[in-house]
């Protein structure tokens, strides 16, 4: 169940550094912050944007390990069966009494698509950018029906 956008989930959000591991390297990125690492890696791979999905712990609520991995696992056999190239990644957020989330990259994936395919999974926010390698949450109750 998706919950409705507070500051304090946004501020949980932001909260967290999105590691994510690329061929040639791994980056550390933090809402609204540019990451010029990533910036040429997406100009190298030839992709014009990227998505950070979790299929973990849906509506912000701690969810039982194996059902977290579970999840994750479908989502990644979704992203592969739509023919998207995911990458490993974790949310590791600041706060140390909420586990790692482990995510997936994925590099070349309109917002729209990212959006829905979270809203599968009971997310309530993804992170996404553009070209420019900054990332910033996305909204899944922001998004047009």
Known sequence: MVMAKTSELEAAYRATTYRVFLPGGQ???????????????LETAGAPSFAIITACNPGS?????AK???????????????????YAAENVPDDA???????????????VD???LA????????????????P??????DCEK
């Open 27 to 41: 980056f550390e990125l933090r809402i609204d912050s540019a990451s010029p690492g990533l910036a040429d890696w």
């Open 61 to 65: 609520e701690r969810s039982d390990p």
């Open 68 to 86: 977290n991995a579970e999840r994750q696992s479908a989502l990644e056999c979704d992203l592969l069966e739509g023919n998207y190239e995911p």
């Open 97 to 111: 009494a909420w586990p790692d989330e482990e995510s997936c990259f994925i590099p070349d994936i309109a917002l």
């Open 114 to 116: 990212a959006l829905a």
């Open 119 to 134: 809203e599968d999974y009971g997310q309530n926010a993804i992170v996404w950018g553009g070209a420019d390698g900054i």
């Open 136 to 141: 910033r949450l996305a909204w899944i109750e």
